[in-house]
Each structure stands twice: as structure tokens, then as C-alpha cells.
């Protein structure tokens, strides 16, 4: 079963513009979790999709915003990007329900200039 | 929110050696993984243990939800353990948020 695939790996942008990431979760998982990786703030939950519904959201502006498709590909955008979401973006995906073990891509590394 | 503490923060050890890492959890929560995330950042499953006791190899971990806190062991410490072991709790607030804990950097010596 191919894993959790994330495009593009690498992304530069400059202040202001804005980017689209991108997720396949695994065959069969229908939720998908992003998350945001920050050398000062760690780990922190974006949202989570369930069957084209965001289901529960983390503390980010409205910058930050995505999407699910029916075939569960997920899509998160940032606009007016800030030097402050330099990051590494990791999603995850999981079956969705109450076994929501999560496996991760190998994540997505955006630089602002 | 829920609070979730790793510790130590740090650990350096010699090839060989044995090593506890702790996750505490401030309240309850549906399930528990730890993750060890290598160099190139991408985050490797080692458990998924919402309670009880699991072990892979020289890896083993123990969750006691009703006391809050998991305990990761790894024994016989190899140089390829190096990197950032992660605790992450889930719970359900009508769909699923999860909170990581902050990581043990762990560095094991040749």
C-alpha cells in the first residue's frame, strides 16, 4: 500500500504571495491532518478533514485554510504569506473513525523570503 | 487545552545503553502514538498505544491513561536511534485535534 504523499517537497516563496500544498493520504483514509513544524513553536495541529468536512481546527489566522476532495486528496492554502510561515508542513492520514492512527507524509518545506 | 510534557528534553547516550522516555498528559484522551522523527523530517510510526503495554524489538512502550502518562523504553541503544522522539495524544471534540508534545532529542554515541 503506497504511503502519504505530499507535493511539492520543497517551496520558495517571497512576502505576500500566496501557496498551495498538497496530500494523498493512504488508500482507503478518509481523514487528513495538517500540521505545521516550527524550530520555536514545535508541532501544531492546522485542521483536520473528514469526508470533505473540516471537522475540528487548531489557533491559526484565516490565512490558513484547506480543503478535502472526494477522493480524500487534501489541499491547504496560505495567503499573504508571512516570514513567519517558514515551516515544515506535515499531513497525516488515518481511517478517520475510532482507530484514528495517524501516518504522516514526508512533509512539505516552505521558505518565505 | 490539554497540556502534554515530554522528558528529558535532551538525552545523550552511549551505544549500548538503556533509556525511558516520559509523556505526561493533562487530561483524557482517546489514543496515544509516539513517533521518532528522522534527520530528513519525516516522522516514523512507533506505537499506537491508547493504553497497555506493546513492544517492537528493542522498543517497548507503556500507556496508563487512567494516571495520564506513557513511558517509551529502548534498550540496547543503537547510533540509528538518534533524532527526536515525539508524543502525540488525540482526542475527540467532534472530530479529531491532536497535540504534540515538545520531543526528546535523543543522541546516541558511537
Known amino acids: 500500500k503506497a504511503g502519504v504523499t505530499q507535493t511539492p517537497r520543497y517551496l520558495i516563496k517571497t512576502r505576500g504571495q500566496q501557496v498551495t500544498l498538497s496530500c494523498s493520504p493512504i488508500s482507503g483514509h478518509r481523514s487528513v491532518s495538517w500540521y505545521q513544524q516550527t524550530p520555536g513553536q514545535g508541532l501544531q495541529f492546522l485542521f483536520e478533514?473528514?469526508?470533505?468536512?473540516?471537522?475540528n481546527k487548531g489557533n491559526f489566522p484565516g490565512r490558513f485554510s484547506g480543503r478535502q476532495f472526494s477522493n480524500s486528496r487534501s489541499e491547504m492554502n496560505v495567503s499573504t504569506l508571512e516570514l513567519g510561515d517558514s515551516a515544515l508542513y506535515l499531513c497525516a492520514s488515518s481511517l478517520g473513525q475510532t482507530n484514528n492512527e495517524q501516518f504522516f507524509g514526508p512533509g512539505t518545506r516552505l521558505t518565505v523570503l | 487545552g490539554i497540556q502534554v510534557e515530554q522528558s528529558p528534553p535532551d538525552l545523550i547516550l552511549q551505544e549500548g545503553a538503556n533509556s525511558t522516555l516520559r509523556c505526561n498528559f493533562s487530561?483524557?484522551?482517546?489514543?496515544l502514538q509516539w513517533f521518532h522523527q528522522n534527520p530528513w523530517g519525516q516522522l516514523i510510526n512507533l506505537f499506537y498505544i491508547p493504553s497497555g503495554t506493546k513492544q517492537n524489538g528493542r522498543l517497548s512502550a507503556t500507556t496508563v491513561a487512567t494516571e495520564r502518562y506513557s513511558l517509551l523504553y529502548i534498550s540496547s541503544s543503537q547510533t540509528t536511534d538518534s533524532g527526536v522522539y515525539f508524543c502525540?495524544?488525540?482526542?475527540?471534540?467532534?472530530?479529531?485535534?491532536?497535540?504534540f508534545g515538545a520531543g526528546t532529542r535523543l543522541f546516541v554515541k558511537a
Open positions: 487530561d483524557s484522551v482517546n489514543n
Open positions: 478533514y473528514f469526508s470533505e468536512t473540516q471537522r
Open positions: 502525540a495524544v488525540t482526542f475527540n471534540t467532534g472530530g479529531f485535534k491532536t497535540i
